[in-house]
């Protein structure tokens, strides 16, 4: 994985899902400093116990920034989850980059998403594309990771598919090429160990773009009986979460991931994670089957 074995690494939002199991990754083939960044370093006494560094680093105090990227090479900037208010994580984002600028950290890897343009209808690309562009405006080399949406979302939607017999949704036709957190994972670890030090985007997709009929019948199968896609329009989708609880907004953001879809906008496939980490992506086939024990009890 790592041909840059001897530098200081900083994985931010380390206490979170994607960064424990970067750490986990870095642990097993890092022979350098390998620090972790977060806003609660009691959740890591784990890895503490076992050399990892951890301090304490808050993306709106910006001293802590400052003195958690002292002494970094290059740093993992996982996107963080402030999406409460409109902008603050984009903010958020920008001072981690200054503070990294200032601490001399010379190559930051950030976890971006595909089609971050102003065309995309998805709503966190707002945040995505102002990040790039901080970077960019940056003396910092940088590596942009765009992931394609993660297939563990799917779970949910399966299992909801699994009691009714039928997967709605509002992407139409649309195709994405889902990628597992796990395979994120060794992607971003692969692009914090590697001793590119330039700029570049990469796209970060799964194996084939697939449809909401495919992902009704590879659950066919799994499930032993037919479960059947059924298209819906955006206003009733919203509808429907709002029906689950959801304030309307954040149902509104939800849908837009499916308008995005439905316009193709995760419909790259690249071998950006083959070629990072030596490893073929999970195919949503083989993801699905790998859960299917997840999966909630189909009533009758």
């Known amino acids: 994985m790592s041909s840059n074995q001897k530098s200081t690494l900083l994985v931010t939002g380390a206490s979170g899902q994607l960064g424990r199991r970067v750490l986990e990754l870095l642990l097993e083939t890092h022979k350098g400093t390998i620090i972790a960044a977060t806003r609660t370093p009691e959740k890591l006494t784990d ?3 076992r050399g990892v560094i951890v301090r304490h680093a808050d993306f709106e105090d910006n001293a802590s920034l400052s003195q958690a990227f002292q002494g970094v090479d ?6 963080t989850d402030a999406l409460d208010v409109p902008g603050r994580r984009l903010n958020q984002h920008r001072n981690a980059i200054k503070a990294a600028e200032q601490a001399g950290v010379k190559h930051v890897v950030y976890t971006s998403i595909i089609n971050p343009g102003p065309d995309s209808p998805a709503f966190v690309a707002p945040d995505h ?3 790039e562009e901080a970077l960019a405006a940056s003396k910092l080399g940088w590596t942009a990771l765009r992931e394609n949406i993660y297939m563990d979302l799917l779970l949910m939607s399966v299992s909801q598919a699994l009691q009714t017999g039928k997967l709605f949704n509002a992407i139409g036709d649309g195709k994405a090429a889902y990628i597992t957190r796990e395979d994120v994972a ?3 670890a692969a692009a914090l160990t590697s001793s590119f030090e330039g700029r570049r985007t990469v796209e970060i997709t799964g194996p084939e773009a697939v449809t909401q009929y495919e992902i009704a019948e590879i659950t066919s199968k799994l499930a032993g009986r037919e479960i059947t896609y059924v298209p819906i329009t955006l206003d009733a989708l919203v509808q429907a979460m709002e029906a689950n609880g959801l304030p309307r907004p954040v149902a509104e953001g939800y849908a837009s ?3 995005a879809i439905a316009q193709g906008k995760f419909s790259a496939v690249t071998n950006t994670v083959e070629e990072l980490t030596g490893f073929k992506p999970i195919s949503v086939a083989d993801f699905l089957s790998a859960h299917q024990a997840e999966f909630k009890p189909v009533t009758s």
């Open 186 to 188: 060794r992607a971003s």
């Open 129 to 131: 594309r102002g990040t």
């Open 47 to 49: 890895f503490s116990n």
């Open 74 to 79: 290059r740093l993992l900037l996982i996107s």
């Open 257 to 259: 991931f499916d308008v």
